[in-house]
């Protein structure tokens, strides 16, 4: 017979039923980090090698940096044969008709089944790891954080309600969704119906000879142009051989959404690494100059407007023209000088917002009382000023993002930027514009709604972010914010 009390039997049950929930939270974690563990690695190596090959001396035999990028290059070779669940040999829709039946796609389904199949099942994964995220919050505010209530509650529920954010955030999450799971939502790869296209051969049911005939996926291409009304390969459609497109092909043949997928990776990646870049500095300099204010405060405000002075879009031609043809510039296929050159020239607008809560914060009593117990200015900055422009900081960025895609797809249809043959929205655009007013006006159309949605939803996260932060603030933060990061 136990001699504990009623109320610590109840204890008891509830502090081992929470052990459970938290116990069966951190596996489903697992499990749905093991359905695509080897996508990521993948993922990360290949990024790896990419950057380490294109230093100055990677290409030199015998250098440290080729034997580095030598065994990224395997590790990237191991990390393919790690199978996931979302792989295109698990739901596969490259096949063919044999006059009877489809062969070699996901259980004898069509070509377009088969891909939207694989599709609904890469979001499926995407919003099954939201909703793990969200169950394991309500988790924490209700089981483990000792406050009741905190300030980021309110800002969590007033964003739960803000519709326009919301909206914001679900076309956000598609976009970054569609980058991250690029190579897998496309119809096909960039290896095979791009880069080395006639290095491959597809199988089709040739209706003439009645028979399963082969071809090089190039002269497949070249027979499946859109070139106006003669020739064309429309959206939802098949080509001649038995190919979905989704969004149609381009003027070269080529597949417009595995074009458009691999490009939202280029513009999401060199987006965040300019935003990123812009705000380390603009918060750096801006916490510098609130608490050392005086001189410190003047030269930071000149160098600023020195920097906002320059003209952009040139800056941005010239460094990008004289750079091409440096190592630097072949890092991401100039997508690395675009994050230096946005970080850079856009780093000014982003420090203008925070400089006037930095210095707010810095008139604080408790800034002073930290002052006189002789914490270190770093420790104040980090501890007591940095919470509180973070808010501004989200918002701005998230507006930012959205001026730096659109900067990268203007640069891109100029010919400049990231180069050829890396796909990028930009190009599509100026691949189509010949054909804007024919039959194959998909090719400009697609990605010109595409980039115009992905700047809206940044635009709108950002908005839904600030009015939960400060319910009382304006309609915008400043004329800035819709400069973004634009050139």
């Excluded at 987006?271 to 300099?285: D, I, N, P, T, Y």
């Excluded at 100029?414 to 007013?437: C, F, H, M, N, S």
């Amino acid at each position: 017979m136990s001699d504990a009390t009623p109320v610590e039997d109840r204890r008891l049950f509830e502090t081992t039923g929470s052990d459970a929930v938290l116990s069966a939270w951190l596996l489903v974690g697992v499990v749905l980090f093991a359905l695509e563990a080897g996508a990521v690695a993948n993922f990360l190596t290949g990024l790896l090698a990419d950057f380490v090959g294109a230093l100055p001396t990677a290409g030199s035999d015998g250098s440290l940096l080729s034997s580095v990028t030598a065994v990224f290059d395997a590790a990237q070779q191991q990390t393919n044969a790690i199978p996931t669940v979302l792989s295109r040999d698990v739901v596969p829709n490259a096949g063919h008709w044999n006059g009877q039946q489809w062969v070699g796609t996901f259980f004898g389904l069509s070509p377009g089944v088969s891909w939207a199949i694989r599709t609904v099942l890469v979001y499926a994964y995407a919003f099954a790891w939201v909703a793990w995220a969200a169950v394991g919050y309500r988790y924490y505010r209700r089981e483990i954080r000792a406050a009741d209530w905190t300030p980021r509650d309110d800002v969590i529920d007033r964003f739960r309600s803000h519709r326009w954010g919301l909206f914001g955030a679900l076309i956000v999450f598609m976009f970054v969704v569609m980058a991250i799971f690029a190579p897998t939502l496309g119809p096909t790869t960039v290896e095979q119906n791009m880069r080395n296209s006639y290095s491959y051969e597809i199988d089709y049911w040739n209706e003439e000879t009645g028979s399963v005939e082969s071809i090089l996926v190039g002269e497949a291409n070249l027979d499946s142009q859109s070139t106006g009304d003669s020739s064309r390969v429309m959206p939802l459609t098949y080509d001649d051989y038995g190919r979905f497109h989704p969004f149609g092909t381009m003027p070269n043949g080529r597949d417009l959404f595995t074009f458009i997928a691999v490009g939202s990776r280029i513009s999401l990646v060199i987006g965040v690494l300019s935003v990123g870049l812009s705000a380390l500095l603009a918060v750096s300099l801006a916490l510098i100059a609130a608490y050392y204010k005086g001189r410190v405060d003047l030269g930071t405000v000149l160098v600023s407007d020195g920097v906002m002075a320059m003209p952009q879009l040139l800056l941005i031609i010239m460094l990008t023209t004289v750079l091409g043809d440096t190592w630097i510039g072949d890092v991401y296929s100039g997508g690395f000088v675009l994050a230096l050159i946005f970080a850079f020239t856009g780093w000014t607008y982003m420090w203008r917002s925070i400089r006037g809560p930095a210095l707010q914060i810095a008139e604080r009593a408790w800034i002073d009382a930290a002052r006189s117990f002789g914490q270190r200015p770093r420790t104040i900055m980090r501890k007591h000023m940095l919470p509180y422009v973070t808010g501004y900081v989200l918002i701005y960025a998230s507006m930012t993002l959205g001026g730096a895609i659109i900067s990268i797809a203007g640069l891109s249809y100029l010919g400049l930027g990231v180069a050829p043959p890396t796909p990028e929205w930009g190009r599509a655009i100026k691949l189509g514009q010949d054909y804007v007013t024919t039959g194959s006006w998909h090719i400009s159309l697609i990605p010109g709604v595409l980039i115009t949605l992905v700047v809206t939803g940044f635009n709108a996260l950002g908005d839904g972010v600030r009015d939960a932060i400060d319910p009382q603030s304006d309609s915008a933060i400043g004329s800035a914010a819709g400069r973004g990061g634009g050139a």
